[in-house]
Each structure stands twice: as C-alpha cells, then as structure tokens.
C-alpha cells in the first residue's frame, strides 16, 4: 500500500521565494496534518485538516505560512515569502480519524539561503 | 508547550540488551502513542496505550502507562542494531484532537 507522499524530497531556495510542499495523504485516511521538525524545537504541530477542512491552525508561525487542502488525497503548504529561519524539515502525516495513529511521509528537507 | 517528556534523551546499549526509554507528562490524556524516527525518515508508529490500560505488547515492545504518576515507560527486550532510530511518545489529551510530541530519545545498538 502506498504511505504518505510528499514531494519534494529536497528543496533549496533563496531567502525571499515562494515554497510550496506538497502531500498526498493514504486513500481514505480523513485527517492530514503539518509538522515541522528543528533540532531547536523538536516536532510541532502547524496545522490539521478533518475532512479536507482546517480545524487548528495555531501552530502555523505567522502569515507567511499558508495550507490548503482542496480534496482529500492532496494538500499543500506554503511559505511566501521564505525566511533562513523556516529551514527544517516538514512533514506531512494522516490518519483515519481522529485519535487513531498517524502515518507520517518522508518529510521535505528545506533550506533557505 | 511540550507535553511529553522523555528521558533519557540518549542511550546507547549492546545488541542483545535491553533499552527502557520513560516519558513524563503534564496533564490528563485520552492515550499515549510511541512513535520510531530512522534518520532521515518520518516517524512510524510503534503503539498506542489508552488511559485505562496499564500495560500493552507488541512483539518485542513492552509498554507501560501509570496515570498517576504521569508516566509511561517503552522497553524493547533483546535489541538489534537496527533497533538503531529516535523514538518519541506523543500524548492525545482530547483537546482538538491533536498529538503533543516529545523531543525524543536516541538510542542507538551497538552490534
């Protein structure tokens, strides 16, 4: 069975573009949720849809950061414009619903110049 | 805020030991998950303990949960080097829903 997948694996960028991540969660898993991983910070929480609707997004740092999910096998997030500040890796996970186990993709690993 | 907390943050054993990885948290939950992280991988999830279980197997995992002293241990009998990995516990209170990570425990087997 395909996991989550996340694309791109690797991204690098100058300070100031536009970054869109992308993810397409397990078929019919109805939660999707945003994590970024820092060793600083450890892994938090940005944003998690039920549903294809966004339930918390207090997570999500500052308006720069944005997530859309516009149907339930894709979602994307967006930062604009990219600091040096937003390099970590990010991870997309699903879950059948709530209070079940999360499956996490591979992440992407983003650096900002 | 962090919820979970794991100690130690890292131990290194001999293949065949034994490793006991704790977590503490801070207030009530609904269940308590472990979760592994390869390098450079995302994390997988291990095993989910509810609130009124005390103890839970799978495979070579053992995990434990005392909701009155806030604490679940993850011991992992007879290791293997590729047992190798961070692991986190992670804690649903309800609230919204969401898991509280942990920042993790290294462990790492030597062969």
């Known amino acids: 069975d395909a996991g989550v997948i996340q694309s791109p694996r690797h991204e690098v960028t100058e300070m100031g573009q536009e970054v869109t991540l992308r993810c397409k969660p397990i078929?019919?898993?109805?939660?999707l949720f945003w994590y970024r991983q820092t060793m600083m910070r450890g892994l938090e929480l940005l944003i998690y849809f039920n549903n294809n609707v966004p339930i918390d997004d207090s997570g999500m740092p500052e308006d720069r950061f944005s997530a859309k999910m516009p149907n339930a096998s894709f979602s994307t997030l967006k930062i604009q414009p990219s600091e040096p500040r937003d390099s970590a890796v990010y991870f997309c996970?699903?879950?059948?619903?709530?209070?079940?186990?999360?499956?996490f993709g591979d992440g992407t690993r983003l650096s900002i110049l | 805020s962090q919820q979970g907390e794991e100690d130690p943050q890292a131990l290194s054993i001999q293949e065949g030991e034994n490793a006991t990885m704790n977590c503490s948290y801070k207030?009530?939950?609904?269940?308590l998950q472990w979760y592994r992280q390869n390098s450079g991988r995302g994390l997988v999830h291990l095993i989910l303990i509810r609130s009124n279980e005390r103890e839970k197997h799978s495979g070579r995992l053992r995990v434990t949960l005392d909701t009155s002293k806030k604490s679940s241990s993850l011991l992992i009998t007879a290791s293997r080097a590729a047992d190798t990995a961070s692991y986190f516990c992670a804690t649903d209170t309800g609230a919204n829903s969401k898991l509280t990570f942990g920042k993790g425990i290294t462990l790492s087997v030597r062969p």
């Open positions: 207030t009530s939950i609904n269940n």
């Open positions: 996970a699903s879950s059948l619903s709530n209070f079940q186990p999360q499956h």
């Open positions: 078929s019919g898993h109805n939660s």
